[in-house]
Nanobody, 115 residues
């Protein structure tokens, strides 16, 4: 079965950086688009960044453009999100997602807190 496991969250000061990683298993590495979402307390879950099967055409939510970078390593079945210049408003539970065919799979989430 498809499984996504995130890591790399934590608590940082504003202006610092974090790198989130997501290991995807149970699906061939070049057959899914991947993305990162986040959900802050009291808010809807929102898309942050996405990337296609080959690792190209990244797209970003406006508030993270120029600060966050999504990438993938298909040899390691890993999708990463490098987050620089973090702001307090980036505080949220971050989820990795993979789209396989018509089905979206989710990780369990990793907390990012910026103070």
């Amino acid at each position: 079965h498809v499984q996504l496991v995130e890591s790399g969250g934590g608590s940082v000061q504003a202006g610092e950086s974090l790198k989130l990683s997501c290991v995807v298993s149970g699906v061939p590495d070049d057959t899914y688009c991947a993305g990162w979402f986040r959900q802050a307390p009291g808010k809807e879950r929102e898309g942050v960044a996405a990337i296609n099967t080959a690792g190209g055409n990244p797209v970003y939510e406006d508030s993270v453009k120029g600060r966050f970078t999504i990438s993938r390593d298909n040899a390691k079945n890993t999708v990463s999100l490098q987050m620089n210049s973090l702001k307090s408003e980036d505080t949220a539970l971050y989820y990795c997602a993979a789209i396989v065919g018509a089905t979206m799979y989710w990780g369990q989430g990793t907390q990012v807190t910026v103070s």
